[in-house]
């Protein structure tokens, strides 16, 4: 007996992983647009490289969570008689995008940080940057915390590429408030354009980190061990199943690929296999919710059989 069994699993994504997905990159773009416009004046009045810096930051921030949009829109597509396997790669693609967008700031930042140590600039009216800065923590901290949730619920790459700026640009802002408390009680200047050049080393940090999770994708690389661990004992829980093998996963956005062989008593029916396998499929998607599973049934021993089967054939 070697029956194939084809799961429904190209369900449409949850209407409420679609919502938060959703809901979660419009307020990226709203705090984006908002930081932008505060920087903006900041920096007109201050001079400052460091605020520079954030802002340019916040620029490439609104870029990207703009790709993001359209790259979750596509995602949270169902799949088609063209893409079986849905649409669920715009988002690393659109992970690639934010890793560009950051690197490019980054850059751009260094450019003008080292022409301001070459012809320095005094800073002035401190208090507005700092002001600005606090606003900034404050505003990002609160959707760092949102797109938290929205990432331990629905696992997106790209809510999760997003998240990973911000969480960044806390710690940027607390930078750039230190820069100017230094240049306001000191008169340092050149610590200014040092932390604008040590800001873009942890953005490309960043930018690095964002662009390997998305070939990961791209390259459909597994699940982590402790994920493909959590298949095996779910399927090796039901009593009737004697043996599992031939595991592959990978993940497209927000949704995971399952696929695997069951070995099952040489003696049952067709429709009994069909069953446990239903059992079981069951019992993995609501561990992997809006995954799709594969199950192909086995005769137990196939295993052993293939060994002797290709030993003999190689003789």
Same mark, same amino acid.
Request: hydrophobic share 50%.
């Given at each position: 007996?070697?029956?194939?069994?084809?799961?429904?699993?190209?369900?449409?994504?949850?209407?409420?992983?679609?919502?938060?997905?959703?809901?979660?990159?419009?307020?990226?773009?709203?705090?984006?647009?908002?930081?932008?416009?505060?920087?903006?004046?900041?920096?007109?009045?201050?001079?400052?490289?460091?605020?520079?810096?954030t802002l340019i930051d916040s620029l490439m921030d609104a870029g990207a969570s703009l790709v993001n949009v359209f790259a979750v829109r596509n995602a949270?597509?169902?799949?088609?008689?063209?893409?079986? +396997? $849905?649409?669920?790669?715009?988002? *690393? #693609?659109? @992970?690639? %995008?934010? /890793? &560009?967008?950051?690197?490019?700031?980054?850059?751009?930042?260094?450019?003008?940080?080292?022409?301001?140590?070459?012809?320095?600039?005094?800073?002035?009216?401190?208090?507005?940057?700092?002001?600005?800065?606090?606003?900034?923590?404050?505003?990002?901290?609160?959707?760092?915390?949102?797109?938290?949730?929205?990432?331990?619920?629905?696992?997106?790459?790209?809510?999760?590429?997003?998240?990973?700026?911000?969480?960044?640009?806390?710690?940027?802002?607390?930078?750039?408030?230190?820069?100017?408390?230094?240049?306001?009680? +000191? $008169?340092?200047?050149?610590?200014? *354009? #040092?932390? @604008?050049? %040590?800001? /873009? &080393?942890?953005?490309?940090?960043?930018?690095?980190?964002?662009?390997?999770?998305?070939?990961?994708?791209?390259?459909?690389?597994?699940?982590?061990?402790?994920?493909?661990?959590?298949?095996?004992?779910?399927?090796?829980?039901?009593?009737?199943?004697?043996?599992?093998?031939?595991l592959r996963t990978r993940s497209a956005g927000p949704r995971s690929f399952i696929q695997f062989h069951l070995e099952l008593d040489q003696s049952i029916?067709?429709?009994?296999?069909?069953?446990?396998?239903?059992?079981?499929?069951?019992?993995?998607?609501?561990?992997?919710?809006?995954?799709?599973?594969?199950?192909?049934?086995?005769?137990?021993?196939?295993?052993?059989?293939?060994?002797?089967?290709?030993?003999?054939?190689?003789?």
């Amino acid at each position: 007996m070697t029956v194939s069994h084809s799961s429904r699993s190209y369900d449409q994504i949850k209407p409420e992983t679609a919502r938060l997905l959703r809901v979660a990159t419009m307020a990226s773009v709203a705090v984006a647009t908002t930081l932008i416009a505060a920087k903006g004046v900041a920096f007109a009045m201050t001079g400052s490289v460091s605020v520079l810096s954030t802002l340019i930051d916040s620029l490439m921030d609104a870029g990207a969570s703009l790709v993001n949009v359209f790259a979750v829109r596509n995602a949270l597509k169902p799949a088609d008689t063209e893409h079986r +396997f $849905g649409h669920g790669k715009a988002e *690393p #693609l659109a @992970g690639l %995008g934010q /890793a &560009a967008f950051v690197a490019g700031s980054s850059l751009f930042l260094v450019i003008e940080a080292i022409d301001r140590l070459v012809a320095p600039t005094a800073i002035t009216r401190h208090g507005i940057g700092i002001g600005v800065m606090v606003f900034s923590i404050i505003a990002t901290i609160g959707l760092v915390m949102f797109q938290s949730h929205v990432v331990k619920r629905t696992k997106s790459l790209a809510i999760n590429a997003d998240s990973l700026h911000y969480k960044g640009d806390v710690l940027i802002h607390g930078s750039v408030i230190l820069s100017l408390l230094i240049s306001a009680n +000191f $008169g340092v200047n050149y610590l200014d *354009p #040092l932390f @604008g050049i %040590g800001i /873009a &080393a942890y953005l490309l940090w960043n930018a690095r980190a964002i662009a390997m999770g998305a070939l990961h994708e791209l390259m459909d690389r597994e699940l982590n061990q402790e994920d493909r661990d959590r298949v095996v004992a779910i399927a090796m829980a039901h009593p009737e199943v004697r043996d599992i093998h031939d595991l592959r996963t990978r993940s497209a956005g927000p949704r995971s690929f399952i696929q695997f062989h069951l070995e099952l008593d040489q003696s049952i029916s067709l429709m009994r296999a069909h069953e446990i396998s239903d059992d079981v499929e069951a019992k993995v998607r609501a561990a992997f919710p809006g995954s799709g599973v594969i199950i192909h049934q086995d005769p137990e021993g196939i295993m052993e059989h293939r060994a002797v089967f290709d030993g003999e054939n190689r003789k």
